[in-house]
């Protein structure tokens, strides 16, 4: 039994990304442990590159909800990044979440794998091609193993991902993570 962290990184709640999220938490839940966190109204500031935490054991010096998330990295093996693309990129809210686990840096990483669940509402490659490059440089850069990538693409308006594929190939992806 794998322990999974899904961060939920759209701006709107139950959108197509959350949903997205939900068919991929359905099915690792058969044989893993899931915590999801959902970042929309999470109070989480930008990193200040005040290098407190370096200093402090990985305590940061921005007091807000970012503790709980690093909390939660640190008691979990695979990590699950969902988000819109927004301008080629992450979401601004896990965009957030990725530069403040410079913290986690101080006092090491536990997460071993990732996982890239995105929701595009266009169509064209070249959109989510950016997103996916990000992530898989992220992945290099700390170590992590991908484990997995879902891009789904033209889902523009809210709840469009309904009855698609994309929800199934969700699932089967979180049911072969034993």
Same mark, same amino acid.
């Given at each position: 039994?794998?322990? #999974?962290?899904?961060?939920?990184?759209?701006?709107?709640?139950?959108?197509? !990304?959350?949903?997205?999220?939900?068919?991929? #938490?359905?099915?690792?839940?058969?044989?893993?442990?899931?915590?999801?966190?959902?970042? +929309?109204?999470?109070?989480?500031? &930008?990193?200040?590159?005040?290098?407190?935490?370096?200093?402090?054991?990985?305590?940061?010096?921005?007091?807000?909800?970012?503790?709980?998330? #690093?909390?939660?990295?640190?008691?979990?093996? =695979?990590? +699950?990044?969902?988000? &819109? +693309?927004?301008?080629? *990129?992450?979401?601004?809210?896990?965009?957030? +979440? =990725?530069?403040?686990?410079?913290?986690? !840096?101080? =006092?090491?990483?536990? =997460?071993? @794998?990732?996982?890239?669940?995105?929701?595009? *509402?266009?169509?064209?490659?070249?959109?989510?091609?950016?997103?996916?490059?990000?992530?898989?440089?992220?992945?290099?850069?700390?170590?992590?193993?991908?484990?997995?990538?879902? !891009?789904?693409?033209?889902?523009?308006? &809210?709840?469009?991902?309904?009855?698609?594929?994309?929800?199934?190939?969700?699932?089967?992806?979180?049911? @072969?993570?034993?």
């Amino acid at each position: 039994m794998k322990k #999974i962290l899904v961060l939920c990184g759209s701006g709107r709640r139950h959108g197509n !990304s959350e949903k997205l999220a939900d068919a991929f #938490i359905e099915g690792a839940a058969l044989h893993n442990e899931i915590t999801k966190i959902t970042l +929309v109204n999470k109070k989480i500031a &930008p990193c200040s590159n005040c290098n407190y935490c370096q200093d402090h054991n990985g305590e940061c010096a921005i007091q807000d909800d970012m503790q709980k998330i #690093i909390t939660a990295l640190q008691n979990h093996e =695979i990590l +699950v990044f969902c988000s &819109p +693309v927004y301008y080629l *990129g992450f979401s601004a809210q896990l965009k957030t +979440v =990725i530069d403040r686990t410079y913290a986690e !840096s101080a =006092i090491g990483r536990k =997460i071993q @794998s990732t996982i890239l669940l995105s929701v595009a *509402g266009k169509k064209d490659s070249f959109v989510s091609d950016c997103m996916i490059n990000a992530y898989q440089q992220l992945c290099n850069y700390l170590g992590f193993k991908n484990i997995g990538i879902i !891009s789904a693409k033209g889902f523009e308006n &809210p709840n469009d991902i309904e009855n698609s594929s994309m929800l199934i190939d969700a699932l089967e992806l979180g049911k @072969s993570i034993i």
